[in-house]
């Protein structure tokens, strides 16, 4: 294996981007390269660049993202993103800004808890935090409003009949995906990386805005309750 070439493909933009929603929570974090340290905890985020391409006017980046907390690895934050831009360095940050969106709020929020202006979505034995929305196409986010409601009984439903009612300290990364073509809606949620069919069948069938062309993103991170 080429360690040279390993390490020309690390990249720092995602442990920026995640600092700077630390900052704009309103949380002290110092950066060193990739690691993270914010109040006890000290954050790694290993990024490599997976995938580039360029095609006509416009970069094409794929970057592999995986989280350490203390030193140990945190399955259900190892993810992916994609950005696309005019130059490979914004196509780079629009990667990892749009990964900061999705999962960093979440790691923040099951962290420092007390910085949230709102509350933990209870799920049986488990507290849910949830990221941003990310919208991709010609639906309004304030369209969103209702479905997220229905999103969020759906979550908690599910987890509490699925998920183990003896909880360890594992943390679980529910990441829900939906595509629509006017009305015509294909879901792909998974946990852990892992496609959960009946999370995906349940988002399908929401009341999600019609007339219109778009994707929705939204990570929820599943923290055992009474001890993140």
Same mark, same amino acid.
């Given at each position: 294996?080429?360690?040279?070439?390993?390490?020309?493909?690390?990249?720092?933009?995602?442990?920026?981007?995640?600092?700077?929603?630390?900052?704009?929570?309103?949380?002290?974090?110092?950066?060193?390269?990739?690691? !993270?340290?914010?109040?006890?905890?000290? #954050? /790694?985020?290993? +990024?490599?660049? =997976? *995938?580039?391409?360029?095609?006509?006017? @416009?970069?094409?980046?794929?970057?592999?993202?995986?989280?350490?907390?203390?030193?140990?690895?945190?399955?259900?934050?190892?993810?992916?993103?994609?950005?696309?831009?005019?130059?490979?360095?914004?196509?780079?940050?629009?990667?990892?800004?749009?990964?900061?969106?999705?999962?960093?709020?979440?790691?923040?929020?099951?962290?420092?808890?007390?910085?949230?202006?709102?509350?933990?979505?209870?799920?049986?034995?488990?507290? !849910?935090?949830?990221?941003?929305?990310? #919208? /991709?196409?010609? +639906?309004?986010? =304030? *369209?969103?409003?209702?479905?997220?409601? @229905?999103?969020?009984?759906?979550?908690?439903?599910?987890?509490?009949?699925?998920?183990?009612?003896?909880?360890?300290?594992?943390?679980?990364?529910?990441?829900?995906?939906?595509?629509?073509?006017?009305?015509?809606?294909?879901?792909?949620?998974?946990?852990?990386?892992?496609?959960?069919?009946?999370?995906?069948?349940?988002?399908?069938?929401?009341?999600?805005?019609?007339?219109?062309?778009?994707?929705?993103?939204?990570?929820?991170?599943?923290?055992?309750?009474?001890?993140?």
């Amino acid at each position: 294996m080429d360690t040279g070439a390993m390490m020309e493909n690390r990249l720092d933009e995602p442990a920026m981007a995640l600092a700077k929603r630390f900052e704009e929570a309103g949380i002290p974090v110092s950066r060193t390269g990739n690691l !993270l340290t914010a109040g006890r905890f000290e #954050i /790694r985020v290993g +990024a490599n660049l =997976e *995938r580039e391409t360029q095609r006509d006017s @416009q970069w094409f980046i794929g970057l592999g993202i995986d989280v350490t907390l203390d030193g140990l690895p945190v399955s259900a934050l190892r993810s992916g993103s994609i950005g696309v831009d005019a130059t490979r360095a914004a196509a780079i940050q629009t990667a990892a800004d749009e990964w900061s969106s999705v999962f960093g709020f979440s790691l923040i929020w099951a962290l420092f808890p007390e910085a949230a202006d709102f509350s933990s979505i209870a799920a049986g034995k488990y507290r !849910l935090f949830e990221s941003a929305i990310i #919208i /991709r196409g010609d +639906a309004e986010i =304030e *369209r969103f409003e209702t479905v997220r409601g @229905q999103l969020r009984s759906a979550l908690r439903f599910l987890i509490s009949e699925a998920f183990p009612h003896d909880p360890s300290d594992n943390w679980y990364g529910l990441y829900v995906l939906l595509i629509s073509d006017n009305g015509e809606n294909t879901s792909e949620c998974r946990v852990n990386g892992h496609h959960w069919p009946e999370l995906s069948a349940e988002v399908a069938k929401l009341s999600w805005p019609r007339q219109a062309k778009y994707t929705f993103k939204q990570f929820f991170l599943a923290v055992p309750a009474g001890g993140e």
